[in-house]
């Protein structure tokens, strides 16, 4: 089992940075391969981007491709997302979240995964 813990929300300018970070418990965190998903307002929650085990291998969704950046660090039981030109579509609530026995590429849908942080509120004003 593994506890997730996100932080680094806030709130933000259009066109302005956050970084992200998602602290898991656990001595086998390197063993795990890591998401990040969003919730908007109203709306379903939807995958942002995923790492694999070693950190060597990366992927996004299209709306987020090029402006985020999904790193983590095996040795602080850490996964971060760092968040550049943000804009106000970009409000949601982020969470992290992974599964045991997930392979990479992962998949997208929110009901593959059991293990979810608490999730940390992004909110990007115009």
């Known amino acids: 089992q593994v506890h997730l813990v996100e932080s680094g929300g806030g709130l933000v300018q259009a066109g302005g940075s956050l970084r992200l970070s998602c602290a898991a418990s656990g001595r086998t965190f390197g063993s795990y391969v890591m998401s990040w998903f969003r919730q908007p307002p109203g709306k379903e929650r939807e995958f942002v981007a995923a790492i694999s085990r070693s950190g060597s291998y990366t992927n996004y969704a299209d709306s987020v491709k090029g402006r985020r950046t999904i790193s983590r660090d095996n040795a602080k039981n850490r996964v971060s997302l760092q968040m550049n030109s943000l804009n106000p579509e970009d409000t949601a609530v982020y969470y992290c979240?992974?599964?045991?026995?997930?392979?990479?590429?992962?998949?997208?849908?929110?009901?593959?995964?059991?293990?979810w942080g608490q999730g940390t509120q992004v909110t990007v004003s115009s």
């Open positions: 979240a992974t599964d045991s026995g997930l392979v990479y590429p992962p998949p997208r849908r929110p009901s593959s995964y059991g293990y």
